[in-house]
């Protein structure tokens, strides 16, 4: 029997200090290869977390990784543990992340996950929160580029994701979340991924053109865009449970998605792809709709419905906002998609007001910016001065004279 079997059958048996005084023993013996040091002091690493030495146990874990540049999933999951319990969850999700690259499906890490994002949404209500929120909000990550608006009045409770329509840029919508005062509220616009040929500076979110730079259709797209669409709403799903989350300290329920056209398709997609528990607070998708192919090959999909508290917990609220006679996204598109929402139990609020006369235009109307305030004041939550529980959180109080004007005046940008 090798000195690690002597160990493990310690370990098995409850013995932690005869099981790390084998496995110690077993590092010493000269010859030994890298991986098998790995297994050795990852299996010290457990044993030390039994004996309640979580900065050794991790001490452990980090020595192993070094020994394999290329990663190695256990001993992440142990690093995991330890940071977990020197109570550092933002730490420890990192290393579950960098396991659960190497080994998908396994179903500890899974779970310590779960765990470790509970622990999170509590800090996400902690003394010193909006620092890390806003801190979060100041540098983009790789890949990404965005305008950040913090809230005017200094609380950070919400944050609002926009998303710009095809050929468009964030900039005007900047200047929108600057003028409209939200309270509690914060803002990020983000810039689509891709440039748009032949256009200054114009963004889009997935493939919109075919070779010939012919707009794609439903009929011509084939799985174009619904591939596309599944791709940038995976990295902007990957950017608020890892980046704004997991970091930043933005519970998903406390971000909300305002998207136009392209845009509101992506918001809907993202709503849609969140999974119960990291759900969005609300989305608004202006001139939108999910795309109809998507539509058309789920629409006789079935779900199991699952339950719901009293007060919604877990439920995304949506608005979706057209005019009737809109030719770039029709009538019928976005009330097959409040259709195809309304059907998924337990899952979402839809609510669709047209706006007759706006043509495929985003916010172009008093009326309309009304509705969609009207709407947020429902669905963003509300801090009272002085608190920092989520059981005080109750909606926010759109006062007179916080916001400026919400016709057209209020954009400034290409619609």
């Not at 030390?48 to 980090?62: H, Y």
């Amino acid at each position: 029997m090798t000195l690690k079997d002597k160990g493990n059958s310690f370990y098995q048996s409850g013995h932690w200090s005869e099981a790390e005084r084998f496995y110690t023993a077993g590092l010493r013996e000269h010859g030994l290869s890298p991986e098998a040091k790995v297994v050795l002091l990852c299996n010290r690493s457990a044993t030390l977390l039994k004996l309640g030495r979580a900065k050794d146990a991790l001490q452990d874990a980090r020595q192993a990784l070094n020994l394999l540049p290329g990663g190695h999933a256990k001993s992440s999951f142990r690093a995991a543990q330890a940071l977990e319990a020197m109570q550092d969850p933002r730490a420890a999700v990192v290393s579950l992340r960098e396991c659960l690259s190497r080994q998908p499906g396994s179903d500890p890490a899974k779970a310590l996950l779960r765990r470790l994002q509970a622990q999170l949404s509590v800090q996400c209500q902690a003394p010193g929160a909006d620092e890390l929120r806003r801190a979060a909000c100041v540098t983009p990550p790789t890949g990404w580029d965005w305008r950040y608006m913090p809230s005017q009045d200094g609380c950070s409770q919400n944050l609002m994701l926009m998303l710009h329509g095809l050929g468009d840029s964030p900039e005007p919508y900047a200047s929108l979340a600057q003028s409209l005062k939200i309270p509690q509220t914060d803002f990020l616009a983000i810039r689509g991924p891709l440039a748009v040929p032949f256009t200054e500076n114009g963004r889009c979110w997935y493939d919109a053109f075919d070779a010939d730079f012919e707009i794609l259709t439903a009929s011509s797209a084939g799985k174009q865009r619904i591939a596309g669409l599944e791709s940038v709403c995976t990295s902007l799903r990957a950017l608020i449970v890892r980046h704004l989350f997991e970091k930043g300290a933005w519970h998903p329920s406390q971000c909300h998605v305002l998207g136009f056209s392209q845009g509101g398709t992506v918001a809907l997609e993202l709503t849609r792809l969140l999974e119960p528990g990291l759900g969005l607070g609300s989305c608004v998708a202006v001139s939108a709709g999910l795309l109809p192919e998507w539509l058309h090959a789920h629409s006789k999909s079935t779900e199991v419905p699952r339950e719901r508290s009293e007060q919604g917990e877990g439920v995304s609220r949506v608005m979706l906002t057209y005019d009737p006679c809109d030719h770039v996204v029709p009538e019928r598109e976005v009330l097959a998609t409040k259709a195809y929402l309304e059907s998924r139990p337990g899952r979402y609020e839809v609510q669709a007001r047209p706006f007759s006369g706006r043509g495929h235009k985003f916010w172009a109307s008093r009326e309309e910016g009304l509705a969609i305030v009207e709407f947020w004041s429902q669905a963003l939550s509300w801090r009272p001065p002085g608190s920092v529980s989520d059981a005080d959180s109750t909606f926010v109080e759109i006062r007179p004279g916080t916001l400026q004007d919400l016709g057209p005046n209020a954009w400034h940008g290409p619609l």
